[in-house]
């Protein structure tokens, strides 16, 4: 049945409303540190701007393989060796395990050519378990994500076994098993964790093909981290070569017969306070089922290109601007016997967060795509979000968020128009 696009929004605004004076006067009472907090005596902050939000020594920690960088690097004598930088820290379980889960309320309103609906609800959003960290005096480390529960479905996630070299302020590693593609790399403009409860349409978009960089493949990584004296300049470089995607988008896990490899790679360079700059690019190729269900069904297999340039600067430990593009460029078939052509994206973002205080963001962001099929108009998609959030504890691991996002969408293929707009409460506790 069709519902009326009249709805009224107050009933609905009426939590979020509420949501956003419980951040503003909630006091910081909760106690409960997640597990690297906890193995190194620091708070989420010294590697998170808000949690999951990595700054500059969040992502060098992850470069080091889940260590700490050293306070003495100053450049008068040699950096520590990375099997060092763990030293005296015992293995427990309570330092390599930590526990995340996110309760939130929904009110969404969809609307396209033909019909509107609206909705409310209650949410378990998510529940995971993580399990990670270096073992102590050695070169090796590794990182286990298991989704007790995320969108109906549970299984591993992520699962990697890590080997780092060298020393602090030059290094190397080399990653095997099951990893996110667009992780912990890129500065912050790049970064799927962001302080939204979704990523970027820019990185999460899914192109008519099933494919988008929003997946956690199988495969290997490898790369190389330099830092100047202090860490006021990094530099890093990564490259993956995984098995990719299925033709309905999921990833390819097991007993795969896909004789190409896909290819990533992403270069960062971070200075200043908190500023950096990102170029990333991707290949790959994948079997795509064309007009299923149809007389006129058939399979080839598109190449897929990925090519995006991010950048991000912290303004006096206040105000972050985010900014970046990404083009796309895709083999389209519309015919088994016609002509391989090119679906293209141009997708350009940009956001603002505002540090009222430590643990305490308001942020606004833009995104926006301009889509082509050879010989087809083009298809435009804009999303605009603004929120805010507040970590409930002094350590950073309870927090409670409000936003608003409204999305206006142009499909591609058929031309149709959408819109989506969505409020969202959530509270997010890490242990």
């Known amino acids: 049945m069709k519902l009326s696009r009249r709805r009224p929004w107050i009933p609905a605004a009426i939590p979020v409303l509420a949501g956003l004076f419980f951040i503003l006067l909630c006091p910081e009472s909760l106690e409960a540190i997640p597990a690297f907090a906890r193995k190194y005596g620091v708070k989420c902050y010294s590697c998170h701007t808000i949690p999951p939000v990595l700054n500059k020594t969040g992502y060098i920690f992850k470069r080091l393989g889940y260590r700490m960088p050293p306070d003495e690097m100053d450049g008068t004598k040699p950096a520590p060796k990375i099997s060092e930088l763990d030293k005296g820290i015992s293995w427990n379980l309570g330092n390599s395990a930590a526990l995340l889960a996110q309760g939130s309320f929904s009110a969404d309103k969809t609307g396209g050519e033909e019909e509107a609906s609206s909705k409310s609800s209650f949410n378990l959003d998510k529940a995971l378990l993580f399990l990670g960290g270096a073992l102590p005096q050695t070169n090796f480390s590794y990182f286990v994500e298991y989704k007790l529960f995320e969108d109906g479905e549970s299984g591993l996630e992520q699962a990697s076994i890590l080997y780092t070299g060298g020393r602090a302020n030059s290094s190397f590693f080399g990653k095997a098993g099951r990893?996110?593609?667009?992780?912990?790399?890129?500065?912050?403009?790049?970064?799927?964790?962001?302080?939204?409860?979704?990523?970027?349409?820019?990185?999460?978009?899914?192109?008519?093909?099933?494919?988008?960089?929003?997946?956690?493949?199988?495969?290997?990584?490898?790369?190389?981290?330099?830092?100047?004296?202090?860490?006021?300049?990094?530099?890093?470089?990564?490259?993956?070569?995984?098995?990719?995607?299925?033709?309905?988008?999921?990833?390819?896990?097991?007993?795969?017969?896909?004789?190409?490899?896909?290819?990533?790679?992403?270069?960062?360079?971070?200075?200043?306070?908190?500023?950096?700059?990102?170029?990333?690019?991707?290949?790959?190729?994948?079997?795509q089922v064309q007009n299923q269900g149809t007389p006129d069904e058939f399979t080839y297999r598109p190449t897929i290109r990925r090519y995006g340039l991010f950048g991000n600067y912290l303004f006096f430990d206040k105000l972050d601007l985010l900014g970046g593009s990404l083009r796309s460029r895709d083999d389209w078939?519309?015919?088994?016997?016609?002509?391989?052509?090119?679906?293209?994206?141009?997708?350009?973002?940009?956001?603002?967060?505002?540090?009222?205080?430590?643990?305490?963001?308001?942020?606004?962001?833009?995104?926006?795509?301009?889509?082509?099929?050879?010989?087809?108009?083009?298809?435009?998609?804009?999303?605009?979000?603004?929120?805010?959030?507040?970590?409930?504890?002094?350590?950073?691991?309870?927090?409670?968020?409000?936003?608003?996002?409204?999305?206006?969408?142009?499909?591609?293929?058929?031309?149709?128009?959408?819109?989506?707009?969505?409020?969202?409460?959530?509270?997010?506790?890490?242990?």
């Open 179 to 287: 990893m996110l593609l667009q992780e912990g790399e890129g500065t912050r403009a790049a970064m799927m964790f962001n302080l939204f409860p979704e990523a970027s349409t820019l990185l999460t978009s899914s192109s008519p093909i099933n494919f988008s960089l929003d997946q956690a493949p199988v495969g290997v990584d490898g790369g190389y981290t330099w830092a100047s004296p202090f860490f006021k300049r990094v530099l890093g470089l990564s490259a993956k070569v995984t098995n990719g995607v299925s033709a309905d988008g999921s990833e390819i896990l097991f007993d795969s017969n896909k004789n190409s490899k896909d290819f990533w790679f992403d270069a960062d360079y971070w200075f200043g306070p908190d500023g950096g700059v990102t170029f990333m690019t991707y290949n790959g190729r994948k079997d």
């Open 333 to 431: 078939k519309d015919t088994f016997n016609g002509a391989t052509t090119a679906f293209t994206v141009n997708g350009y973002r940009g956001e603002a967060d505002y540090y009222l205080q430590r643990g305490f963001a308001l942020m606004g962001r833009y995104d926006r795509l301009s889509q082509t099929i050879a010989g087809e108009p083009t298809a435009r998609t804009a999303t605009w979000a603004i929120g805010g959030e507040k970590a409930l504890t002094e350590l950073g691991n309870v927090i409670i968020r409000a936003t608003y996002s409204h999305e206006h969408n142009t499909d591609p293929v058929s031309g149709s128009v959408s819109t989506d707009k969505l409020f969202k409460l959530d509270l997010r506790l890490m242990w």
